[in-house]
């Protein structure tokens, strides 16, 4: 009876067995019925994140494609780089002045006298020897000049005749040669004053013929204040051939009369003026200084520039370029201020400027327009270190992304960035050093780095490359 009574459950045991393989596969094929969206989701997630990574692995984009119509809105310029020497410089700010004793001059009054007739204006221009003032003399001092001048003329006459009366009788011992004697050193003595006088009277403006007319006994009672001769630094002959004047006279023997523009009037007509009072202020910017205000600090290669004779670079503010000739002078530290100024802590250097003028003619009259004026804005750039063997670009050439710096270099439409190593730059320039990073001669972009670079992540971002072709056997690559 225990027999019989265990073998409908091993029976029942087998039958369960052999059924619970296919009701789990019925259930798991049930289950990814019913979730089959999901599971399919799933799968092409793990796809993405796969090709996602595998793009992360892959290098950067670094070339970009540009149209030749773009390349014109960007204004870019290609050219190949060579390795060459650069100076290092300091920016030093500074401004044009007047050069003394070149620039302006005073003229004064040569005695006590009236202002009658003023001959010139402000903005006039002047040749040597021209009339500025003529005055009405009113000193006693140089009334007695011109008796003096006119008695002692009198008086060698009047003793030159006895001389001659005489001399016959001192011949014959009618006379004593002493009384000769004394009369001949009277005329050297009157011949002193003569010359004397004359002297006087030179100096206070009179001319050799207003001279010879007091010595027959008509008196000056004006006098003529003329223009001075102009004088000019010493320059080299290559700076005097390269800077010239330019204008509209086509005669250029009329402007290179011209000394000096009548810049200021400090009297007036009918004023009464004192002996070496100023009478007007005279100009001429021909020749001006570049004056440049540093710092202690910098005083150290200033000097060395001046020793070793160093060209410096000087940036004029507000200069207009396009009307007016290269200037192709040589800027070179002529000397350093000793003193410091007390208010700005910085000390002066000066570098000589040979301006230019342009010259036009109106109602008869010769007018002047100078290049450079005084208190003209300036920058000086001084060499202080030289690179070897490095190449230069401007500075919109180079671009920077965080420590990275790029530049672009040029094949038709496409432009390939590269990586480099500045060594130094500053407002204008680049220096890049020569270490294989950018082949020797290769054409870069001079401009629109910032802009080329914003263009190739926009291209990397779209996922397409640029410069794609395709062989003839359906391969396809990249730009070379």
Known sequence: MLFAARDPMNRFTQITKSLLGPVIVLAVLGISWVYRDRILNTGETVVEEANENSRQTNEPQTVLEISPQARKNLNLIKKPVRPQAYWRSILIPGEIADRPGYSDRGVISPAVGIVTKIHAFPGDTMRPGDSLFTLQLFSEYLQSTQTQLYKSTQEVEIIQAEIERISALASIGGVAKNTLIQLRNDIVREQTLIQSAKQELLTRGLMPDQIGQIEKGQFVSSVEVKTPELRRPQTNVDTQSSVQQVGFVNDASLTEEIAYELQELSVELGQQVQSGQLLAKLSNHHSLYVVGHAFKREAVFLETAAQEQRPVHVEFAEDSVDHWPNLK??????????????????????????????AYEKNGEMFFVWRF??????????????????????????????PEAYVFRQNGDLFKRFPIHVIHEDRQSVVIANDGSVPVGSYLAQSAAASLNRVLKAQSASGEMPGLHVHPDGTVHAAH
């Open 329 to 358: 002078q040589p800027f070179e530290i002529r000397h350093l201020s000793n003193s410091i100024d007390a208010d700005s802590r910085t000390f002066d250097f000066y570098i000589p400027l040979t301006n230019q003028s342009r």
């Open 373 to 402: 004026r005084p208190g003209q804005r300036t920058r000086i750039r001084v060499p202080v270190a030289k690179y070897e063997n490095v190449f230069v670009v401007p500075a919109e050439a180079v671009v920077r992304e965080g």
